[in-house]
T-cell receptor, first 116, second 114 residues
């Protein structure tokens, strides 16, 4: 398996533009997680899905952020409108089973977002 | 307040030496504790996962310990190699409002020099 795939790897955009990040989880995994990492705040969980259904989105910073998982092999994280403070590395991770089952999360390579 | 604190923030050691990274947490109730290794420019990779009933878990040259009574964990790296240079993140999982929450430490940045 190719692991978790994220695209694009790098994104540079201007303030106010819409940004869409994409993730393909490992085939067969039923949990998908979106994280954000910055120097100031470290790694933060934004939202996670189980069987394509959002379970906990309490980490989503504000209404400008939205995430969808239309099927088991694809998820998007959208920021609209984007702001400079959204600049960060966004990671997607997937696992077979949730945290309660102690299953390992496999992370993608991340998308480095820069909002000018 | 649920918190995870790691120390030191950064560490430089010579190749071949051992080192120990610390993680203290106040997350309650506690579910499990994980150590991740993150190379520069890459996603984190899981090293160990431990529940409250486990005291020690090893993964090659990495050994994690857990004291659930004092809410402390450590990650010991034996015979360090240049490839061990990375950030090491401690993550504690607990049940908050009937759902699992992941509380992340800020990480320890390790540099192994030849």
């Amino acid at each position: 398996d190719a692991g978790v795939i994220q695209s694009p790897r790098h994104e540079v955009t201007e303030m106010g533009q819409e940004v869409t990040l994409r993730c393909k989880p490992i085939s067969g995994h039923d949990y998908l997680f979106w994280y954000r990492q910055t120097m100031m705040r470290g790694l933060e969980l934004l939202i996670y899905f189980n069987n394509n259904v959002p379970i906990d989105d309490s980490g989503m910073p504000e209404d400008r952020f939205s995430a969808k998982m239309p099927n088991a092999s694809f998820s998007t994280l959208k920021i609209q409108p984007s702001e400079p403070r959204d600049s960060a590395v966004y990671f997607c991770a997937s696992s077979l089973g949730g945290d309660g089952n102690l299953n390992e999360q496999f992370f993608g390579p991340g998308t480095r977002l820069t909002v000018l | 307040k649920n918190q995870v604190e790691q120390s030191p923030q950064s560490l430089i050691i010579l190749e071949g030496k051992n080192c120990t990274l610390q993680c203290n947490y106040t997350v309650s109730p506690f579910s499990n504790l994980r150590w991740y290794k993150q190379d520069t420019g890459r996603g984190p990779v899981s090293l160990t996962i431990m529940t409250f009933s486990e005291n020690t878990k090893s993964n090659g040259r990495y050994t994690a310990t857990l004291d659930a009574d004092t809410k402390q964990s450590s990650l010991h790296i034996t015979a360090s190699q240049l490839s061990d240079s990375a950030s090491y993140i401690c993550v504690v999982s607990g049940v908050v409002d009937s759902s699992y929450k992941l509380i992340f430490g800020s990480g320890t940045r390790l540099l192994v020099r030849p």
